[in-house]
């Protein structure tokens, strides 16, 4: 069994920045990618970054349209951690902030290509 274990969130004003942090533990860890969500309230969970897992492949990056420019996902192969940098915070980035991953290649903007899924950390930026 996998776990995944976000970490980092908090409550921020509005422009600041959060780094946010996705420790993978279990069974040997294997993913095609790992991707961030976050819901909030009374919304669907949303699409926010993926990073593709495999070292020995070329990168590839997925983000939002809404966190383009401000939000940079990255990963630490050797530490099974994936991470969420959100710099210029808005308000509307308020929201529950869930790491997921996918063992399998696919639309890595679905909610349902994700198998893994943290219990979530709250983002909160007042305005």
């Known amino acids: 069994q996998v776990q995944l274990v976000e970490s980092g969130g908090g409550l921020v004003q509005a422009g600041g920045s959060l780094r946010l942090s996705c420790a993978a533990s279990g069974r040997t860890f294997s993913s095609s990618a790992m991707g961030w969500f976050r819901q909030a309230i009374g919304k669907e969970r949303e699409f926010v970054t993926s990073i593709t897992w495999d070292p020995s492949r070329t990168d590839y990056y997925y983000y939002a349209d809404s966190v383009k420019g401000r939000f940079t996902i990255s990963r630490d192969n050797a530490k099974n951690t994936v991470y969420l940098q959100m710099n210029r915070l808005k308000p509307e980035d308020t929201a529950v902030y869930y790491c997921?991953?996918?063992?399998?290649?696919?639309?890595?903007?679905?909610?349902?290509?994700?198998?893994?899924w943290g219990q979530g950390t709250q983002v909160t930026v007042s305005s």
């Open positions: 997921a991953g996918s063992p399998s290649n696919g639309n890595y903007y679905a909610a349902a290509q994700y198998e893994h």
